[in-house]
């Protein structure tokens, strides 16, 4: 999963609302929670604010968290790239400062980082007082209270999964869209990625518990629920049931007040038929898909021991668009792979031209320690970089091309209550139409306005490089009705 699929405000942690002054109560300390990595991580951090805040812990405000008048920060780390984890360690360094001038402040790192590093990370800042991994989240609290006692940082991080982070309480970052996990960890055994070391082999959770929290967010005022999985489509198949991830999309379409269902990431290998018909016959269901191809050279592909082939992974994508012909597909790649030739980067262009994704997330490949690709031998970095360059111009001329075939269409946007940038100069909403685009709706004079979790109909009337403009002229025709 990919934290690049996420919009800055998406991945934002939630801060409380109103003002140091409007808060004064500060239970056992004042808390931000400060986020890397992918989806699964942002939703491992509503899980974090859920144990503290149950611990009796209070979310920082905006004015708090600006004027460091925090009492515990709490950063959740990604391994999967080394710019996440250079990022971690400056961070760190930065909040050393803090806390020598609140000696009282509290540090603790969980997530992937802490699982992989966790001795290292305690020698490395001695100011952090805990250290975490990613199946101990509810002990938190105790290892706080115990580097008080104790006055050096508590490390815990075990590889075993007791119970599924979903039993622990949860503050939501948004009340209208919800991250629901319905696996954790991952059976594959890709050479280039860390996460099976990180978060352990697969375990699914059942599905009437999945459904119940589903049901539990629609109660609460979700419209939009996304299921989040290292490889959500593999679900079931630990119990030998390979329609298990169909069957739950399916009903999904049941629960009654859940608009739209979306979900990340799948793997190719594992995208059956039955999948793609659900996706189809399931209204609520959307036609978004984030699916990794990570290289376009079957021989770069065996050697990151990704068990599909090109021509396989452009069969299932004509598939898909066969069943959703307005399917907006995504996609991670990879460029630089140890081995990799010039032949091998140009079958990667070929079949990104072929494939015409809406967007791709690429990477230049980083080594992480551990895994069969990190001992492997590199290429030039020159090398690397000059591939990277031609490949994003091609996705982003790509890109472009998908954007304009939007304009002059209606689209459905669920308002997200996350502004864009020059959203309070030009009287814009913002969220994402069905098929998860970023839209900006401009909302024409003497019409209503929307709110958080409402949806808006409008015209686009401009494609931007990454997402869309929909300023209707309603005397002109144009389209813009809101629906609560």
């Known amino acids: 999963m990919n934290e690049d699929m996420m919009t800055e405000a998406e991945r934002a942690s939630k801060l409380a609302e109103g003002s140091a002054d409007t808060v004064p109560a500060r239970g056992r300390g004042v808390f931000y929670v400060h986020t890397l990595g992918c989806q699964m991580n942002v939703h491992d951090s509503e899980r974090i604010a859920g144990v503290l805040e149950q611990a009796g812990y209070v979310p920082a405000t905006e004015e708090q968290y600006l004027d460091h008048d925090i009492d515990l920060i709490v950063m959740n780390t990604c391994a999967v790239r080394e710019n996440a984890a250079e990022r971690m360690y400056g961070t760190i360094g930065l909040w050393a400062n803090m806390k020598r001038e609140r000696p009282n402040l509290q540090i603790a790192v969980g997530g992937c980082m802490a699982q992989l590093d966790r001795e290292k990370i305690a020698r490395k800042a001695p100011w952090v007082d805990a250290v975490f991994g990613t199946k101990n989240i509810g002990a938190l609290p105790q290892l706080l209270d115990q580097a008080r006692i104790q006055g050096h940082a508590q490390v815990k991080v075990q590889e075993d999964l007791n119970y599924f982070p979903s039993q622990l309480p949860t503050d939501r970052a948004s009340k209208v869209s919800s991250w629901v996990a319905i696996s954790v960890g991952c059976n594959n055994t890709c050479t280039f990625c860390i996460v099976p070391t990180t978060r352990g082999k697969e375990h699914d959770r059942r599905p009437g518990d999945i459904l119940a929290e589903i049901r539990k967010c629609v109660d609460e005022g979700a419209k939009e629920v996304t299921l989040l999985g290292q490889n959500v489509n593999s679900f079931g198949y630990g119990i030998g049931d390979r329609f298990a991830f169909s069957k739950l999309l399916r009903a999904c379409g049941e629960i009654e007040g859940l608009e739209r269902v979306r979900f990340t990431s799948p793997h190719p290998a594992a995208f059956t038929d039955d999948v793609i018909a659900a996706m189809a016959e399931t209204p609520n269901v959307m036609h978004q898909l984030h699916f990794p191809l990570q290289s376009g050279s079957d021989r770069i592909l065996r050697a990151m021991r990704r068990s599909y082939r090109s021509a396989k992974f452009l069969d299932i994508l004509r598939k898909i668009r066969q069943a959703m012909p307005d ?112 839209v900006h709706v401009g909302v024409p004079e003497g019409m209503p306005t929307p709110q958080v979790g409402d949806f808006v109909t409008a015209t686009v009337t401009h494609a931007g490089r990454h997402n869309l403009i929909a300023d209707p002229d309603v005397k002109a025709g144009q389209t813009y009705a809101v629906r609560h």
């Open 327 to 438: 399917a907006q597909i995504s996609t991670d790649i990879i460029v630089g792979f140890p081995g990799e030739t010039e032949e091998d980067f140009q079958e990667t262009l070929r079949v990104v031209e072929e494939a015409r994704f809406s967007s791709a997330f690429t990477f230049i490949y980083s080594p992480r320690p551990g895994t069969p690709a990190a001992s492997m031998e590199q290429l030039p970095h020159d090398v690397v970089q000059d591939r990277f360059d031609r490949l994003v111009a091609l996705q982003e001329r790509i890109t472009e091309e998908n954007l304009k075939t939007f304009e002059g269409r209606d689209v459905e946007v669920m308002v997200t209550g996350v502004p864009g940038k020059k959203d309070s100069a030009t009287h814009r909403v913002t969220g994402r139409e069905r098929t998860g685009v970023l």
